[in-house]
């Protein structure tokens, strides 16, 4: 199934949180619990529509990995794979 985004949304696959350190320390979970989190871009809107009739591109690409507010996605899944929606003001960085 393909997922074509409207305006300046974007779909997005979450990536599972590392749960241990470099050096071996296990993260409980309710330390991560209001961190950003990553997950990886499937799928780019076309833009927002501005005022004159024109479009502002979104600047995020597919396959780029970004960090996000926790609670700002909308989540749904399909065929058992859970997927996130956000806009593209919700993105707080891109990960290089």
């Known amino acids: 199934m ?4 409207t305006s300046n949304h974007i779909i997005l696959k979450p990536l599972d949180a590392e749960k241990t350190t470099a050096s071996g320390i296990i ?5 991560s619990k209001d961190k950003p989190e990553q997950a990886e871009v499937l799928a780019v809107g076309p833009g927002k529509v501005l005022e004159g009739g024109s479009r502002q591109p979104v600047e995020i690409k ?14 749904f899944e399909i065929d ?5 929606v956000i806009s593209e ?5 891109i990960i290089e």
């Open 89 to 93: 003001e919700d993105v707080i960085a």
């Open 62 to 75: 597919v396959g780029q990995k970004v960090l996000f507010k926790k609670y700002s996605p909308d989540e």
């Open 2 to 5: 393909k997922l074509n985004p």
């Open 27 to 31: 993260i409980p979970d309710t330390v």
């Open 80 to 84: 058992n794979q859970k997927y996130l």
